[in-house]
């Protein structure tokens, strides 16, 4: 991968495990109420970093998540993508 890569692009390379750690070690993320079972959810749907980066607020909706977070979550991949 190119030095001048993004940070999406970087993630679309992750599996399942390495996103779940990125996902509850990055600052950006520390306002949004995800829960344990958000991260059970991305596990046993083997969700990786590029399908994560393809979700919606209605899917993190179906995960069980309340609207607020669901909406700063589908933020947060937007501004991931820019």
Same mark, same amino acid.
């Given at each position: 991968m190119s030095s001048n890569s993004t940070l999406a692009d970087r993630l679309e390379e992750y599996e399942t495990e390495r996103l779940i750690n990125f996902l509850r070690e990055d600052s950006e993320l520390s306002h949004i109420e995800l829960g344990d079972g958000f991260f059970?959810? !991305?596990?046993?749907?083997?969700?990786?970093?590029?399908?994560?980066?393809?979700?919606?607020?209605?899917?993190?909706?179906e995960f069980g998540?309340?609207?607020?977070?669901? !909406?700063?979550l589908e933020d947060y991949i937007k501004k991931l993508c820019e």
């Open positions: 059970t959810r !991305l596990e046993g749907e083997n969700i990786t970093g590029h399908l994560f980066l393809k979700l919606t607020r209605q899917e993190f909706r998540m309340r609207l607020r977070p669901a !909406l700063e």
